[in-house]
Structure formats: C-alpha cells, structure tokens
C-alpha cells in the first residue's frame, strides 16, 4: 500500500468516527416504549431549540430486534404537566423511510418541564414511548 493510500484510509476513517460521534451528540435520546415494542430514538436535542417558533425534528423507530419501522401511524401529544396544558400547536407527522418521521409545527411556548407521548401503531402492536423535555 502506497503511503498515499495509507494517509486517505486513515483520513476517510477520521472523518467515519467524527460522523458518528456527531449522530451521537445528536440525539436528545432513545426510550424504549412503554410496552417494550420499540425503540424510539429523537434526533435531535430539542433543549437549546428556541421558544415560540416551529421547531422540526426526526425520530427514528425500530423494534427490539433493531428493524426500522417504516409503516408505523404516529401521533404526538404531549404539554406541560406542571401547568395542565397540553401542546400549543397540533405537529405534523410523516413518515420519510428507514423508521424515520419528520415532526413539523411542534412549539415550545414557555419554560419549564414538557412531555412528548408518541403514539406509534404498527401493523402488530401499539404502543407509546414518553420524552420529558426542560426548556
Ligand atoms: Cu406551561
């Protein structure tokens, strides 16, 4: 193997881990659901996002043999139970492959503890997976 060579394997295996260190960092976590049927993973850290503007995201499902599930009907609820209310905007869910789903037109629209329930029904099971949020 030419030194050349050499030195761009090693590179392209840098930028590899620095990828997947980053889709770590990513995450603002996985749970497994309720129910033990999937593993819900959010795709992006929604502390830091800001207040009172749409916020868009990814989840990634799988099931507990680590199968994306693609064909799964979502629903998102959720709010802050400290004050009694629920979500100030009604999100947008849609499936984009892999066992991943877009979330549009989801608001934070204060500070303090919220919680988001998935819903998540495949053709086999339902089941839900909660994420508690502090903003
Ligand atoms: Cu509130």
New binding site residues.
């Given amino acids: 193997m030419s030194l050349n060579k050499l030195v761009s394997g090693l590179l392209s295996g840098v930028v590899s881990i620095m990828l997947i260190t980053h889709a770590m960092v990513a995450e603002t976590g996985s749970q497994i659901s309720n129910n033990g049927s999937f593993n819900v993973t959010v795709l992006k850290d929604l502390e830091p996002e800001p207040l009172r503007e749409f916020v868009e995201f990814k989840i990634l499902v799988i099931d507990v043999n680590g199968k994306p599930i693609s064909d799964a009907d979502i629903s998102l609820s959720g ?2 139970p ?2 009694g ?1 629920g979500l100030p905007t009604k999100p947008i869910i849609t499936a984009i492959g892999n066992g991943e789903y877009l979330i549009e037109g989801l608001k934070f ?2 500070m ?1 503890t919220w919680e988001l329930n998935f819903e998540i029904k495949s053709k086999e099971v339902s089941d839900t997976a909660k994420f508690t949020i502090v903003k």
């Fill in positions: 709010g802050m400290a004050h209310h629209s204060m303090g």
